[in-house]
Antibody, heavy 116, light 107 residues
């Protein structure tokens, strides 16, 4: 079955960077894009962007495009989300999911806490 | 960006009730509208895609309808496991947007 397994929780200081991984299994990795979504405490879901696992094409949310980089490693079927210049309002649970039209398969989520 | 407005923001209901949640888009999105159920500490779960298609394995008490700008999620007989927050999401344009969520609580 399709599984997306994310890396563990992170605590970062303001201004630092974080890189979250998302390892896929159960399907042909290069056949589907990976989308990233986050949820800040007490807030709703926010779309961050997606990356084609076929050709590496990316599409970022305008508000994050200067700080966000999405990559994939097809040799290990793993997607990565790197967010730089972290601020307190980046504290959130970050999710990866398969696809660009709807998310039927999600990772378990990774908490990133930004605190001085 | 396309804005999605859900109503109500929260509701209290009893087991067995019919629950209806609406989602209005700021412009026509055809049928590119999906519904998710989200419980604390868990990943969101896709219930409905393409406005009205039920995901395999999702109970038939969940249904979706609508097209253009107005959409509805209906739970025909609320069950204890249905208490959660529900989100609509559009994929008409590449940059997804979500509704603000509707929290369904126990009356």
């Amino acid at each position: 079955q399709v599984q997306l397994v994310q890396s563990g929780a992170e605590v970062k200081k303001p201004g630092a960077s974080v890189k979250v991984s998302c390892k896929a299994s159960g399907y042909t990795f290069s056949s589907h894009a990976i989308t990233w979504v986050r949820q800040a405490p007490g807030q709703g879901l926010e779309w961050m962007g997606w990356i084609s696992a076929y050709n590496g094409k990316t599409y970022y949310a305008e508000k994050l495009q200067d700080r966000l980089t999405l990559t994939t490693d097809t040799s290990t079927s793993t997607a990565y989300m790197e967010l730089r210049s972290l601020r307190s309002d980046d504290t959130a649970v970050y999710y990866c999911l398969r696809g660009v039209e709807q998310g039927e398969n999600w990772g378990q989520g990774t908490l990133v806490a930004v605190s001085s | 960006d396309i804005q999605l407005t859900q109503s109500p923001s929260s509701l209290s209901a009893s087991v067995g009730d019919i629950v209806t949640i609406t989602c209005r888009a700021s412009q026509s999105i055809s049928s590119y509208l999906n519904w998710y159920q989200h419980k604390p500490g868990r990943a969101p779960k896709l219930l409905i895609y393409g406005a009205s298609s039920l995901v395999s394995g999702v109970p038939s008490r969940f249904s979706g309808s609508g097209s253009g700008t107005d959409f509805t999620l209906t739970i025909s007989s609320l069950q204890p496991e249905d208490f959660a927050t529900y989100y609509c999401q559009q994929s008409y344009i590449t940059s997804w947007t979500f509704g603000q969520g509707t929290k369904v609580e126990i009356k």
